[in-house]
């Protein structure tokens, strides 16, 4: 009975999000997003958001080397829909029968390309600090999607007497208050499909949003399959007690 219950214990621990404070997330503000908890699931609306703003924001520094195009299925786009997508993508192929490399269209099976050829370029182009990939990002950091949209949010001007240093961005909620990135969201930096006012905090949270399904795809899987581990727990904890009652009672 106490391993059953140590069991169920460990199972309900296992299908959330889980505590992932540490000295990188600790300032980080606490958002209440859709997929936290053992019923958590994603917002599709979002997603997509959080995907235009990577898409027309932040590609410009950073890749989504472990997503494919036909991922975005998950997001709710057509097959169509996602055929486009790749195709304004220039994809490097080949060789070709001649020996050459060559660019062609993407397409679904294809992954988001990196936007600089090799970490020495992203370094070169981005005063020697290479922006991370943001495939696995949210898994990445202590505070995971908070951390996320907190660092985007922290931009400020520095307090008295403190002075970034040269290169670096003051930022109250990254470790050190000193980034390499300068601040990558204004005030209608897109104009988002759904007619959503984009704000700083609403894009922030969009793409904190997306970037916790990309670095957690088969979070929902896993939620719905902890659900039906823990009602499972349930019925059997609930014969084998009913088993023993009948067990003692013959006995007395």
Known sequence: MKTLIAALLATLL??????????E??????????????????D????QRGLQVYREVCSACHGLKYVAFRNLEDLGYSEDEIKAMAAEYSIADGPNDEGDMFERPGRPS????????????????NNGAAPPDLSLMAKARPGGPDH??????GYEDPPAGVQALEGLHYNIYFPGHQIAMPAPLAD??????????????????????????????????RHSMGVK???FLLVFTGILYAAKRKVWADLH
Not at 148 to 153: K, Q, V
Not at 188 to 215: K, R, S
């Open 110 to 125: 294809d992954y988001f390309p990196s936007p600089f050829a090799n970490a020495k370029a992203a370094a070169a182009a």
């Open 44 to 47: 599709r609306a979002a997603m």
């Open 188 to 221: 209608g930096a897109v104009e988002y499909a759904d007619g959503t006012e984009a704000t700083v905090e609403q894009m922030a949270t969009d793409v904190a949003n997306f970037l916790m399904w990309t670095a957690e795809p088969n979070l929902e899987h």
């Open 14 to 23: 296992a299908v959330g999000i889980g505590p992932a404070t540490a000295a």
């Open 229 to 231: 581990v823990i009602l």
């Open 148 to 153: 996320i949209r907190a660092i985007m949010l």
């Open 25 to 42: 997330g600790e300032g980080a503000p606490k958002h209440d997003w859709s997929f936290s908890g053992v019923f958590g699931r994603f």
